[in-house]
């Protein structure tokens, strides 16, 4: 198990979730519990992420995978190739060469995702790749508990940041259940996962393969980064857009990031 997310950055021209539900009336009734967690299987696969800092791309894939089983399935599980590929052209990373193993941005690797596109193999079985293209994405911000919960509702995941205390892997494998310790010892990096599902409790993630919760009393202690991924089937099983805006908005206000 391995970390890999570097230091989040600040980029004004993403938009931002508590702008766009500000300036809304709709006022939305969330559910106290979601239980979307229970559609997912247990194991979901590494996503190389135990043996490469590649979290940030694990998270992606990760995503496809959560979109699929919830709302178009079957589930579509992607290889380990795919996510060596798209770690080495979003982060840099060489094969073979443990010195570029760095980890990612999370902001850098969802602007590749939006306009480069990552392989992904067709459930088909038919031979080659194509390209999945994220339509766009916002930043929510992580002390606002009631934005996390409705982009959870509204996108299906919510992709995020954190700092990791050493009390997580105390003992090399984290607890099902992550909390403030009350000696959480020093920060031992950065990590990605989405989020998947909530309760009163905190929310459901999947990392390193498999689904864990954190207490939101940890969330507001150390994830410090958060998004909103769009994807096109999502929208179309749900039947509704995130923020209440149509495709074509939510792509237009994501012009200024994929312009460069």
């Not at 570029?100 to 969802?110: A, F, P």
């Amino acid at each position: 198990m391995k970390f890999g997310r570097q230091p989040r950055t600040f980029d004004p021209r993403i938009p931002h979730s508590s702008a766009i539900r500000g300036a809304r009336k709709k006022v939305v009734l969330l559910p106290e519990t979601l239980g979307r967690r229970q559609s997912l299987p247990a194991d979901l696969g590494m996503m190389k992420n135990d043996v490469l800092g590649c979290c940030t791309v694990a998270g992606m894939y990760h995503a496809i995978q959560t979109w699929t089983a919830l709302a178009n399935p079957p589930i579509e599980t992607e290889s380990d190739d795919n996510v060596v590929v798209t770690y080495a052209q979003a982060c840099g990373y060489l094969p073979g060469d443990p010195s570029t193993d760095r980890g990612g941005n999370e902001q850098d690797v969802l602007a590749y995702w939006m306009g480069q596109g990552i392989p992904v193999y067709p459930s088909s079985g038919s031979f080659g790749t194509t390209v999945n293209r994220l339509v766009a994405y916002y930043e929510d911000d992580p002390r606002n508990v009631q934005d996390i919960r409705e982009t959870i509702l509204d996108c299906g995941v919510c992709y995020i940041g954190f700092q990791v205390p050493a009390s997580l892997m105390a003992n090399g494998i984290p607890a099902d259940v992550w909390d403030v310790a009350d000696d959480p010892g020093p920060i031992d990096g950065g990590h990605c996962v989405i989020l998947v599902d909530y309760d009163k409790v905190g929310p459901w993630l999947v990392s390193w393969g498999r689904l864990y919760q954190m207490t939101w009393k940890f969330f507001g202690a150390y994830v410090d980064e958060a998004y909103g991924l769009i994807n096109p089937d999502w929208i179309r099983a749900q039947g509704t857009t995130p923020l209440d805006m149509t495709v074509d908005q939510l792509k237009a206000q994501m012009a200024a990031v994929i312009s460069d």
